[in-house]
């Protein structure tokens, strides 16, 4: 499979990696570094027909990325560096309780996944402790917008999908403001996973990567739709937020 190939040349990456004796976060860093370059591609995992796994190691979204580099990171960080146990986690990360039941047993909403990925000790979001403040919303962009999503044109995951979005809805989620994050941006660790809420109707969050140092400096490593590869910011965080009028504060996660 192609995607066997693509893992072997990945796992040898992750090897080098681990065997350097880093911190998480900073395993986390250099995993992602590996794709530096990939291209950015919307909608991968949009495929038509019954919920499956779906791996693309050549080319990501701001949220596969994401997914990809966290489930590298647990395979090497348990010494099980192969394809199927990349799949486990995988799925482990992406599905929520880890099952792949249907189009609604993904974890479509980034507050959603965090809370899950959370309850399944994956991370944990400390946005909270950095002086959060809590926020409700209306989460409904997805129904809102079915044309954009090929599951939704099932009644029956569009109705799934209502109920997990008036769930979220009824649920806070804390985020730092933009104005706060220069300030805060000394507590946030390297290879921290960085959402970026947003104020467009209907959404949580607009965006996700994770943050890395450059000297004192934190900068985003991320799949950027703007450049088109993933690349690491030349912008500061701050400055990040501050040309993107859209974010209104961040959201941080920590690997555990």
Known sequence: MESDRCFSEESDLCQAALEQNLFPGDL???IGRFFLGAPYQTDTLEAAGRERLIINLAEFDCTTFV?????????A???KLSPSEFRKYLKFIRYRQAKIDDYASRLHYF???????????????VTRLFNGKPKRKKINFMTMHRELYAGLKNEEQLGKMLLVE??????????IDRDKVARMQSAIQQGDIIAFATDQEGLDVAHV??????????????ASSKEGAVIISKETLPAYLKFNKKFTGILVARFL
């Open 77 to 79: 960080a348990a010494g």
């Open 111 to 125: 507050t959603d996944w965090l809370r899950d990925n959370e309850k399944k000790k994956v991370l944990r979001d």
């Open 67 to 75: 997914e990809t580099v966290l489930a590298l990171t647990r395979c």
């Open 166 to 175: 008036e769930n979220l809805s009824r649920r806070a989620f804390y985020i």
């Open 209 to 222: 990567g994770f943050a890395v140092r450059q000297g004192r400096q934190l900068h985003l490593l991320h």
């Open 28 to 30: 986390i860093i250099e």
